[in-house]
């Protein structure tokens, strides 16, 4: 199965969902994070899968929101539709999904996509991926990474990486417990692959029981924050002279 920007294929009793829109970096529109989320739904009734795994593609995880789809509807001639952008994000299917979830990162994992993968009970690394929170830097705010990671982040950390948009390095991350494991780029799908033998070697009703009691201290919340930072001047603004800076590079 396909459709635009992502894959999903069944091997071995696991979907494997990649992201694939190379010349965004697995930037995220609202088009993609709806199909991510109908695919967790999928997954969740399909009898004949144990696990889902999400990966990127060509150097690049996500790399969060797509800015271009934000400044068009800023724009057009409804800019209130900024606020029905949480009607297609798929973090709540994903992260209540009753199977386990892998995320496989190599390359570039920032904002919405560190959110994705997040809410995956694992990640898998690349000791060479980089990760970053850099609403701050285009005047939004996100509501769902504060509130996730301010009980596993020592505040000194979190709040610098909130702050600047800063990058950290996948052993930062592994460090405060964002990533299970960090391992080579080629050595990330014979890690992947031995982290699922030995899920599938588990009980399915312990790992799912195991995982809804876990998501009770996690509570996800919605995107306030980030609908009023989206409609406001500022924001608008830093969007379109990351827009313009983005086309110059081109």
């Given at each position: 199965m396909s459709t635009e920007g992502m894959t999903f294929e069944r091997r071995d009793g696991v979907g494997w969902l990649t992201l694939h829109r190379p010349e965004t970096r697995n930037a995220l529109t609202k088009a993609l994070y709806a199909a991510i989320r109908d695919t967790c739904r999928k997954v969740w009734v399909d009898d004949s899968l144990y696990a889902l795994v999400i990966q990127g593609s060509e150097g690049s995880f996500a790399v969060g929101g797509d800015l271009k789809e934000m400044l068009a509807t800023m724009d057009g001639d409804d800019p209130s539709l900024l606020l029905n952008y949480e009607d297609y994000l798929p973090f709540e299917a994903l992260r209540s999904l009753p199977k386990p979830t892998i995320a496989v990162v190599d390359g570039l994992c920032l904002g919405g996509g560190l959110t994705l993968a997040l809410m995956c009970d694992m990640a898998v690394a690349s000791s060479t991926s980089s990760f970053a929170m850099p609403e701050s830097k285009v005047g939004i705010?996100?509501?769902?990474?504060?509130?996730?990671?301010?009980?596993?982040?020592?505040?000194?950390?979190?709040?610098?990486?909130?702050?600047?948009?800063?990058?950290?390095?996948?052993?930062?991350?592994?460090?405060?417990?964002?990533?299970?494991?960090?391992?080579?780029?080629?050595?990330?799908?014979?890690?992947?692959?031995?982290?699922?033998?030995?899920?599938?070697?588990?009980?399915?009703?312990?790992?799912?029981?195991?995982?809804?009691?876990?998501?009770?201290t996690r509570p996800l919340s919605g995107m306030y924050e980030a609908h009023v930072t989206m409609l406001g001047e500022d924001a608008q603004s830093r969007i379109r002279a990351f827009a313009e800076r983005s086309s110059a590079k081109r």
């Amino acid at each position: 199965m396909s459709t635009e920007g992502m894959t999903f294929e069944r091997r071995d009793g696991v979907g494997w969902l990649t992201l694939h829109r190379p010349e965004t970096r697995n930037a995220l529109t609202k088009a993609l994070y709806a199909a991510i989320r109908d695919t967790c739904r999928k997954v969740w009734v399909d009898d004949s899968l144990y696990a889902l795994v999400i990966q990127g593609s060509e150097g690049s995880f996500a790399v969060g929101g797509d800015l271009k789809e934000m400044l068009a509807t800023m724009d057009g001639d409804d800019p209130s539709l900024l606020l029905n952008y949480e009607d297609y994000l798929p973090f709540e299917a994903l992260r209540s999904l009753p199977k386990p979830t892998i995320a496989v990162v190599d390359g570039l994992c920032l904002g919405g996509g560190l959110t994705l993968a997040l809410m995956c009970d694992m990640a898998v690394a690349s000791s060479t991926s980089s990760f970053a929170m850099p609403e701050s830097k285009v005047g939004i705010v996100d509501g769902h990474l504060p509130r996730l990671l301010r009980d596993r982040v020592p505040p000194a950390i979190l709040r610098y990486w909130l702050y600047t948009g800063a990058s950290f390095s996948a052993s930062e991350a592994h460090s405060v417990g964002l990533l299970t494991k960090v391992v080579e780029s080629d050595e990330l799908q014979t890690e992947t692959e031995a982290i699922l033998k030995k899920l599938k070697a588990a009980s399915a009703n312990a790992i799912s029981l195991y995982k809804a009691a876990l998501n009770e201290t996690r509570p996800l919340s919605g995107m306030y924050e980030a609908h009023v930072t989206m409609l406001g001047e500022d924001a608008q603004s830093r969007i379109r002279a990351f827009a313009e800076r983005s086309s110059a590079k081109r």
